[in-house]
């Protein structure tokens, strides 16, 4: 056992903090809270070293000891450390001093963030000797499980709202797994794999294994922080939807202030939701303590959780630094992705253009300062999202094979 710094499970509501055995317990039987994995730090700080990190492989597991697994990773070995670009272009457009990109559009194997999660999660499966695997989804964890499983020799059964754009189902089912379409959306899909789950000794990798899965999303921050030099940024700005990949990174940011690796940058964090699905983002501009459930109706499907799991977290946390949380139009939405595109050479899905959006108007309106620091977490490729983009873009020049017709494209016509 090379790595045994978890201790045990505990409920994360701080009054509560009944404990549990690392076990695929994820809800609190007391108060019904969720449960956060318990680390022994004292240990970790004992034995981890930005050296050891250095030395390591560039993929998620350079950072093992902040993970939970009691075993060797088996699952993911080559995720993670994706690229961290300087956005000087887009910096100029909009009007800031230093802006970065965490390019997760880039992610091995199935080009989003998800990928990190289920690396976790399904390590952790194979570890508790789950040999079916399932997850509830909007599109990307259901192309990351998929192709995950798979390759991990796990059967899969995955859930996905029956509306989902085309190339996410088929970048689902070229694995193999399973997949059911539910006539529904995601809270739906959601509560049926709940009672699914009664009734099957299945690992489903955002319910019964939540609380390893929501892990995986630390090392997004963990990366950041590496490839800026051992450094936090003043901001971050996160699309939302559970809400757990921003609370995440915060809590990255603060193990390694805690284990001595960064010296702390009061780093603020924002959230990033389309307006029409954007349970979140309107508790936190209303000074609401909680959120109410929306019915989604947008084109960031991967987004659309009406009813989000971490949505009181992510609440808490942003009131707790005084942060802000904002939404963007569908229109907005797509500019954004073509704006991303046209400066830096990147081509998200419509997840980015809601974190690129939000972040444009929350510059504009002096929420994120334009002499601060910036990293903006993309976390999905635009391949998988071409629908909203067919009649939304400059359409190629069509012409008949000869230098005559170039030309007159040219403008050079005689
Ligand atoms: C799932 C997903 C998110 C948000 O994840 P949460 O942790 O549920 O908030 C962001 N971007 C993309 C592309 C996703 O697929
Ligand atoms: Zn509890």
Redesign the pocket.
Known sequence: MSNSYVVNLRCADKSCGKEYEKKANYVCEDCFGPLEVNYDYQEIKKNLTIEKIISREKNLWRYKELLPLDSEPTVGLNSGFTPLIQADNLAKKLGVDELYIKNDGVSFPTL???DRVVSVALSKAKELGYETVGCAS????ANSVGANATAANLKSFIFIPSDLEESKIIGTSIYGSEVIAVKGAYDDVNRLCTEVLGSNNWGFVNINLRTYYAEG?KTVGYEIIEQLGWKAPKNIVV????????TKIYKSIKEFEDLGFIVPNETKIFGAQASGCSPISTAVKNNWPIFKPVKPNTIAK??A?GNPA?GINAINLLNSINSYSEDVSDEEIVEAMKLLAETEGIFT?T?GGVTLACAKKMIESGKLPRNESIVLVI??NGLKTQDPLVNNITKPYIIEPNIEDFNKVLGKEK
């Open positions: 989003s963030f998800k909007t599109g990307n964890l999303s699309c939302m939807a559970s809400g757990s990949l921003l991967s987004l959780i971490d899905e997840a976390t999905g």
